[in-house]
């Protein structure tokens, strides 16, 4: 049974969400002034926070295997470096292929210096609201990891969520390791929407 503190924090989550996804689109044009109201009570009610996310491959063992693994991903409707951090797992667009999406580790945000291993290539330094991604297995080589390295800085706009528990298999799951105040953020949306039974079909599913 949730504790009644942990509902509160879930639901000063789930408006916090609703009034940032209700601000975007109110900015974009897509919400009158007369309905904006409207827009954040029906995000409120009506959303959840997560969505579930399965991913296959190499790159993030070993928290994601070969045979693949479901997540729990929260929701970022406004992916900043105030609401996603270094260290996070985060899931975003493929650069090289909007259709599909990544998982990977986020190494750096902007104002970070990058520099690379090599002497010929000169530092650089992050772009506002562009980040650095990569993977987690680092018995991959630079093209197999497929990650910054590859293809470079990511806009941060690219980050639909980030993840926060994964179900390799029905008796091997559990919390993702993030940073520290993503990972406090992020305990009452888990034992909130947490359902590894549905998770487990979805994962049998793919």
Not at 141 to 153: I, L, V
């Amino acid at each position: 049974m949730v504790a009644l503190s942990t509902w509160f924090r879930y639901i000063s989550n789930k408006f916090d969400y609703s009034l940032c996804l209700s601000g975007k689109t109110y900015i974009n044009g897509k919400v009158a002034d007369a309905e904006i109201i409207h827009a954040i009570w029906r995000n409120f009610l009506h959303g959840r926070l997560t969505f579930l996310h399965w991913n296959k491959g190499e790159e993030m063992a070993p928290l994601i295997g070969p045979h693949g693994g479901t997540l729990l991903v929260r929701k970022l409707p406004v992916p900043d470096p105030t609401r996603v951090r270094i260290g996070d797992v985060v899931v975003l667009k493929d650069p090289l292929n909007s259709s599909n999406f990544l998982v990977r580790r986020l190494a750096a945000i902007e104002g970070y210096e990058m520099a690379s291993t090599d002497e010929k290539e000169e530092s650089f330094v992050l772009e506002k609201e562009h980040c650095w991604v990569v993977s987690d297995n680092n018995n991959l080589k630079t093209k197999e990891a497929y990650d910054s390295r590859t293809f470079g800085p990511v806009n941060m706009i690219d980050i639909v969520g980030r993840a926060i528990y994964c179900l390799r298999n029905a008796v091997d799951h559990g919390p993702v390791n993030n940073s520290d105040i993503s990972t406090k953020q992020d305990l009452p949306v888990i034992e909130v929407e947490l359902d590894v039974d549905e998770m487990a079909k979805n994962h049998k599913a793919s």
